[in-house]
């Protein structure tokens, strides 16, 4: 699959993406991923900062609060326009661009820092995207980005339940199998049922890569992996939260926190 296929599918997504992240829908996100991923990024306040692959700009707009002056991108054009409304009514000075992550339109080094937020693994080229990142990065900045687990999510993935419906354990397959835009179609799990039967499922394009073939990606670019993390709750929430459970079983998230040189 292209870049083309890839945003078209994207752009097709967005309004419906838009409209039940912001309802809450979007859980693993909302109570678990982005948390981890807002306290252990380093502090960026009055830094420059890049979002790659922003969608709807929720995670971007809790960036700017933290201080940064950000910009941001997404290819699908209906995901910037709604970035841009939350922008105008409550103006936090961040310019959201329509733009391609495997072809910045940014000169080198225009960054102090770059996050994408479950963004990188929906590219059709991981390894432009993370090339494109680093190119944009000044010397001694860094890029923070979180993925579904190579070795947790890949393309075939199931919780296991007991008779009790606790969750077992996770079973996975096809961990070797390089996936370019095989189309998963889903909905957000933690939407009502009558708001899922009156709407059509996402089809997200698949490009799956082993984990050893992620940290090549990061290393071939010139950066050096810092910090890592594998998201999780806790027992009291698996048993508070049932929807988030298998996470405390295995991670479904990793994140990446790398380094471009200081002699770059």
């Keep these: 699959m292209d870049r083309a296929n890839v945003a078209a599918c994207w752009e097709a997504n967005a309004e419906t993406w838009t409209r039940q992240a912001r309802a809450g829908y ?3 996100r909302d109570a678990l991923n982005t948390p981890v991923f807002l306290a252990n990024l380093p502090p960026i306040a009055g830094l420059a900062g890049l979002d790659i692959g922003c969608g709807e700009g929720g995670n971007t707009r809790k960036l700017a609060e933290r201080g940064a002056r950000m910009t941001a991108v997404d290819i699908a054009p209906t995901f910037i326009r709604h970035a841009r409304e ?3 009514e409550k103006p936090l000075g961040i310019a959201y661009l329509e733009g391609d992550g ?3 339109p940014f000169a080198a080094g225009s960054f102090d820092f770059a996050t994408a937020f479950m963004s990188l693994m929906d590219m059709h080229r991981h390894d432009l995207a993370i090339g494109e990142a680093a190119r944009v990065l000044k010397p001694g900045a860094f890029l923070q980005f979180s993925i579904l687990h ?3 999510a890949p393309p075939y993935r ?3 339940r007991d008779e009790a419906g606790n969750v077992r354990a996770i079973e996975v ?6 996936i370019d835009g095989e189309i998963e179609s889903w909905h957000f799990g933690a939407a009502p049922a009558e708001v899922k039967a009156s709407v059509e499922r996402f089809r997200v394009p698949r490009f799956h890569r082993t984990l050893s073939e992620w940290v090549a990606m990061v290393v071939g670019a010139g950066l050096a992996i810092e910090h ?7 027992a009291q929430t698996a048993q508070a939260v049932p929807y988030l459970a298998d996470t405390h079983i295995a991670p479904l998230f990793l994140h990446i926190r ?6 770059a």
């Design 26 to 28: 979007d859980l693993y």
């Design 86 to 88: 939350a922008e105008a």
């Design 102 to 104: 495997t072809a910045l």
């Design 150 to 152: 190579p070795c947790f």
């Design 158 to 160: 199931k919780v296991l």
């Design 173 to 178: 397959g096809r961990y070797f199998d390089g």
């Design 228 to 234: 890592m993390a594998e998201p999780r709750v806790d």
């Design 258 to 263: 790398a380094r471009k040189g200081a002699a």
